[in-house]
């Protein structure tokens, strides 16, 4: 049984340009929440989402917005990057109402680099 | 909106010895207290997690403890080994939006 998987590993882009970012949650899993993580700092929540809409989102603006899918596998897409957006993605799914959408199980994470 | 803070942020035990990471968080609604591992360059690892209706858990070498009425809660790592090492993030979370509010991170380092 596959974890949480996310693609691609690495990105570098330069800034203006756009990015969109891919997660598959662990089988039986229907809720996938996004975070930043900056260096040497803890994670960030961006948004989460389930039955394929956006349910809460933490302080990050209009340029990130992001998407579910049928299947529950999710996309992040950032618009316009800044250099500031350069960190760790990482994604995380959880198991959903039934075994609760708190808890978390996170993926291997996409390192961006923004130049 | 919730806060959370961790102390140390750097905590260097003898091998064998035992650990203790403290976290206070500021909303009374907070009711998911998760714990997690990480590994420089890897994924956070779940390690441990109470709810607000539980005093204590153990999990071999781990507990965590949580007093609501102080609003902190605690991880507890018992004769600590090399693999140890890692940062540590504990979190908190409200039922109604099921956001993690992360902390700072502890920096664990297990001397041998």
């Known amino acids: 049984d596959a974890g949480v998987t996310q693609s691609p590993t690495h990105l570098i882009k330069t800034r203006g340009q756009q990015v969109t970012l891919r997660c598959s949650p662990k089988s039986g899993h229907d809720t996938v929440s996004w975070y930043q993580q900056a260096l040497g700092q803890g994670p960030q929540f961006i948004f989460q989402y389930y039955e394929e809409e956006e349910r809460q989102r933490g302080n990050f603006p209009d340029r990130f917005s992001g998407h579910q899918f049928p299947n529950y596998s999710s996309e992040l897409n950032v618009n316009a990057l800044l250099l500031g957006d350069s960190a760790l993605y990482l994604c995380?799914?959880?198991?959903?109402?039934?075994?609760?959408?708190?808890?978390?199980?996170f993926g291997p994470g996409t390192r961006l680099t923004v130049l | 909106g919730e806060n959370v803070e961790q102390h140390p942020s750097t905590l260097s035990v003898q091998e064998g010895d035992s650990a203790v990471i403290k976290c206070t968080y500021s909303d009374s609604a907070s009711n998911y207290f998760p714990w997690y591992k990480q590994e420089l360059g890897k994924r956070p690892q779940l390690i441990i997690d109470i709810r607000s209706n539980v005093g204590e858990k153990k999990d071999q070498r781990i507990a965590v403890t949580l007093n609501k009425t102080a609003k902190h809660f605690s991880l507890h790592i018992t004769e600590t080994q090399p693999e140890d090492s890692a940062v540590y993030f504990c979190a908190a979370s409200i039922k109604s939006n099921y956001q993690l509010i992360w902390g700072a991170g502890t920096k664990l380092i297990i001397k041998p």
């Open positions: 995380a799914s959880s198991p959903g109402l039934a075994g609760g959408r708190d808890t978390q199980y």
